[in-house]
């Protein structure tokens, strides 16, 4: 949690440490709230292409993709495993299940 490198955690990485803490703590006494299965395949399997990079960020890359037959445009988050503040699995898959949930046309 001491992105940054130098030792020391500051007042930002103490909170992602305690955030990350009582959430694995809940996750073993009741269970992932959302049960989801996230897929783990490529966007070329899917028939995604993409047409421009939207943003990046602390957790990786926003892009807008087109589907294979589909006149319809989608977001697509690429996430860095790499990055140093990018965050766990469990944020992934809390936030995958929160984005499937919404019913907007993006």
């Given at each position: 949690?001491?992105f940054?490198?130098?030792?020391?955690?500051?007042?930002?990485?103490?909170?992602?440490?305690?955030?990350?803490?009582?959430?694995?703590?809940?996750?073993?006494?009741?269970?992932r709230?959302?049960?989801i299965?996230?897929?783990?395949?490529?966007?070329?399997?899917?028939?995604?292409?993409?047409?421009?990079?939207?943003?990046?960020g602390?957790?990786?890359?926003?892009?807008?993709?087109?589907?294979?037959?589909?006149a319809?445009?989608?977001?697509?988050?690429?996430?860095?495993?790499?990055?140093?503040?990018?965050?766990?699995?469990?944020?992934?898959?809390?936030?995958?299940?929160?984005?499937?949930?919404?019913?907007?046309?993006?």
């Open positions: 949690f001491d940054s490198g130098d030792g020391t955690i500051d007042k930002y990485e103490c909170v992602k440490l305690v955030k990350y803490v009582l959430r694995q703590r809940r996750i073993e006494l009741a269970g709230k959302n049960e299965s996230v897929p783990r395949s490529t966007m070329a399997d899917e028939g995604y292409t993409v047409i421009k990079e939207l943003g990046r602390g957790q990786g890359v926003m892009y807008l993709c087109s589907k294979s037959m589909n319809k445009k989608f977001c697509v988050k690429f996430y860095n495993k790499q990055e140093a503040n990018a965050c766990g699995l469990d944020e992934l898959i809390d936030e995958y299940a929160l984005m499937k949930s919404l019913s907007n046309d993006h």
